[in-house]
């Protein structure tokens, strides 16, 4: 019998013998088409091997700069080492804010409400889970209010599944409104010059409207699982139980920590302003605010500073991230970006609406399958490449932007936060969400959200 590791070696080579072939009926170049096969082989090789992501990816930049495919000076270019810095600095912020318990504080802050109903719950939740994510990013927000909820309904004794699920769909949306959401918005900002400002005005409007579009979807879809909430909420006396959950008003660290979060956040959001005020390069201070902050931090803290490098900073993570940012650049150097924009402008002709409509609805459909860092990090040295056919691409980065994000919620490993949430409840409850009790409800909700992002951004001249 064959054993799943050789059916899965079976499969990546098929795959990649595969893209072998479509590349060369594309006529690329021998530089070329191994630009696009080791790229598409890190990614087939990572969703096949997850727990091998990082080794993969060191092989394929290997092979890359042995093979002349790229050089060095491209390749470190290509690897956004600003991007990753950025992430750097606001992951230690983020271990300040939770070594205080500033997410433990804020969710219960927010959870204490006179005549709780499960309509109101879930409301609170979706909101909650929406800001919390813009301020953070989409995985600090699901560990935290993952954890909330399970402490709520282990208090009801009810189910916690449908509002873990809630969560997470709010998480994926919320994340496309500012651009410290989700790794991918600061990617596209980076490359696209797009500021912190920029996100406000255009694309928090526009994701408040996706969160309040799934409100009416959740409570007709979990109606059961909330009827029983609000018999459980009346039997119990919900006001006492969050009384009892709250604790004391934040201690004078948590005040500083939460000082040095706000001063953080206002000037990333002033960044664009401030930028112009001191002729700085596009998002030179959206960059490196993160980086003073968390350097504030280190010296005040300074006998933690090498705990909150070591054990807040994702480090697996930020060096995958790299590399595949590396590689993905690599499919630019070699021209293959410039190849894919026309065939993809010659599948849907000169018209732009017709383009934003491609690009949304490849990135959502992706993405669901797809890790969406991995699909946009493709996808913008494509978008880059519709410059020179003479296309303005403000309105394709949104599209990619919320592609990404919102297609995430479509399947059980549509996104980081996903896959965390379900690693979460089955550890700590032994609960198994099977794929097609997410599928229906994450399908609906996933096409309904990027049709009203398709809308906006096609017909709307605010977008343009």
Same mark, same amino acid.
């Given at each position: 019998?064959?054993?799943?590791?050789?059916?899965?070696?079976?499969?990546?080579?098929?795959?990649?013998?595969?893209?072998?072939?479509?590349?060369?009926?594309?006529?690329?170049?021998?530089?070329?088409?191994?630009?696009?096969?080791?790229?598409?082989?890190?990614?087939?090789?990572?969703?096949?091997?997850?727990?091998?992501?990082?080794?993969?990816?060191?092989?394929?930049?290997?092979?890359? /700069? =042995?093979?002349?495919?790229?050089?060095?000076?491209?390749?470190?270019?290509?690897?956004?080492?600003?991007?990753?810095?950025?992430?750097?600095?606001?992951?230690?912020?983020?271990?300040?804010?939770?070594?205080?318990?500033?997410?433990?504080?804020?969710?219960? +802050?927010?959870?204490?409400?006179?005549?709780?109903?499960?309509?109101?719950?879930?409301? +609170?939740? =979706?909101?909650?889970?929406?800001?919390?994510?813009?301020?953070?990013?989409?995985?600090?927000? %699901?560990?935290?209010? =993952?954890?909330?909820?399970?402490?709520?309904?282990?208090?009801?004794?009810?189910?916690?599944?449908?509002?873990?699920?809630?969560?997470?769909?709010?998480?994926?949306?919320?994340?496309?409104?500012?651009?410290?959401?989700?790794?991918?918005?600061?990617?596209?900002?980076?490359?696209?010059?797009?500021?912190?400002?920029?996100?406000?005005?255009?694309?928090?409007?526009?994701?408040?409207?996706?969160?309040?579009?799934?409100?009416?979807? =959740?409570?007709?879809?979990?109606?059961?699982?909330?009827?029983?909430?609000?018999?459980?909420?009346?039997? +119990?006396?919900?006001?006492?139980?969050?009384?009892?959950?709250?604790?004391?008003?934040?201690?004078?660290?948590?005040?500083?920590?939460?000082?040095?979060?706000?001063?953080?956040?206002?000037?990333?959001?002033?960044?664009?302003?401030?930028?112009?005020?001191?002729? /700085?390069?596009?998002?030179?201070?959206?960059?490196?605010?993160?980086? +003073?902050?968390?350097?504030?931090?280190?010296?005040?803290?300074?006998?933690?500073?090498?705990?909150?490098?070591?054990?807040?900073?994702?480090?697996?993570?930020?060096?995958?991230?790299?590399?595949?940012?590396?590689?993905?650049?690599?499919?630019?150097?070699?021209?293959?970006?410039?190849?894919?924009?026309?065939?993809?402008?010659?599948?849907?002709?000169?018209?732009?609406?017709?383009?934003?409509?491609? %690009?949304?609805?490849?990135?959502?459909?992706?993405?669901?399958?797809?890790?969406?860092?991995?699909?946009?990090?493709?996808?913008?040295?494509?978008?880059?490449?519709?410059?020179?056919?003479?296309?303005?691409?403000?309105?394709?980065?949104?599209?990619?932007?919320?592609?990404?994000?919102?297609?995430?919620?479509?399947?059980?490993?549509?996104?980081?936060?996903?896959?965390?949430?379900?690693? %979460?409840?089955?550890?700590?409850?032994?609960?198994?969400?099977?794929?097609?009790?997410?599928?229906?409800?994450?399908?609906?909700?996933?096409?309904?959200?990027?049709?009203?992002?398709?809308?906006?951004?096609?017909?709307?001249?605010?977008?343009?």
């Amino acid at each position: 019998m064959v054993s799943r590791l050789t059916l899965k070696f079976i499969l990546l080579f098929f795959l990649i013998t595969l893209l072998a072939s479509a590349s060369h009926k594309l006529g690329l170049n021998a530089q070329q088409m191994i630009a696009v096969i080791i790229f598409s082989a890190s990614v087939f090789a990572t969703l096949l091997f997850w727990d091998f992501r990082v080794a993969i990816a060191f092989l394929g930049v290997g092979i890359l /700069l =042995v093979t002349h495919t790229v050089d060095l000076e491209s390749l470190m270019k290509f690897a956004s080492l600003e991007v990753i810095l950025f992430l750097v600095g606001m992951m230690v912020l983020v271990g300040l804010l939770k070594e205080f318990g500033f997410f433990g504080w804020l969710i219960t +802050i927010i959870l204490r409400i006179k005549n709780l109903t499960a309509k109101k719950f879930v409301f +609170i939740l =979706v909101v909650c889970s929406a800001l919390l994510s813009c301020c953070v990013d989409e995985v600090t927000s %699901i560990i935290f209010m =993952v954890a909330a909820i399970l402490e709520i309904c282990d208090l009801f004794e009810v189910e916690p599944t449908p509002y873990i699920i809630i969560s997470v769909f709010a998480t994926n949306i919320g994340s496309t409104g500012t651009v410290l959401g989700n790794p991918i918005g600061i990617l596209i900002a980076s490359k696209s010059g797009l500021t912190f400002e920029d996100f406000i005005v255009k694309a928090f409007p526009l994701m408040w409207l996706c969160i309040l579009s799934i409100i009416p979807l =959740v409570m007709v879809w979990y109606r059961k699982e909330m009827k029983i909430l609000d018999e459980r909420i009346k039997k +119990i006396g919900a006001n006492e139980i969050f009384m009892r959950l709250i604790s004391v008003p934040p201690e004078r660290q948590l005040k500083i920590a939460l000082s040095i979060f706000g001063f953080t956040l206002f000037f990333i959001a002033l960044h664009h302003r401030l930028e112009l005020l001191l002729n /700085l390069e596009t998002n030179t201070l959206l960059l490196s605010i993160p980086l +003073i902050s968390a350097g504030l931090v280190m010296i005040w803290k300074w006998k933690k500073a090498r705990s909150y490098i070591e054990k807040d900073v994702e480090w697996w993570t930020l060096l995958f991230f790299l590399l595949l940012f590396a590689e993905a650049g690599t499919l630019k150097y070699a021209g293959v970006t410039d190849v894919l924009a026309r065939k993809i402008l010659s599948a849907a002709g000169t018209n732009p609406s017709v383009l934003i409509g491609t %690009i949304i609805w490849t990135s959502s459909f992706g993405s669901s399958i797809l890790d969406n860092v991995v699909l946009v990090t493709a996808f913008i040295p494509i978008v880059q490449s519709f410059k020179n056919l003479g296309f303005a691409l403000q309105p394709l980065w949104w599209a990619l932007l919320f592609g990404g994000c919102l297609g995430g919620n479509m399947t059980l490993v549509g996104s980081t936060a996903n896959i965390i949430a379900l690693g %979460i409840i089955e550890k700590e409850k032994n609960i198994r969400i099977t794929f097609f009790k997410w599928f229906w409800i994450g399908l609906i909700l996933g096409i309904i959200t990027t049709c009203i992002s398709w809308f906006a951004l096609t017909f709307l001249p605010y977008y343009r």
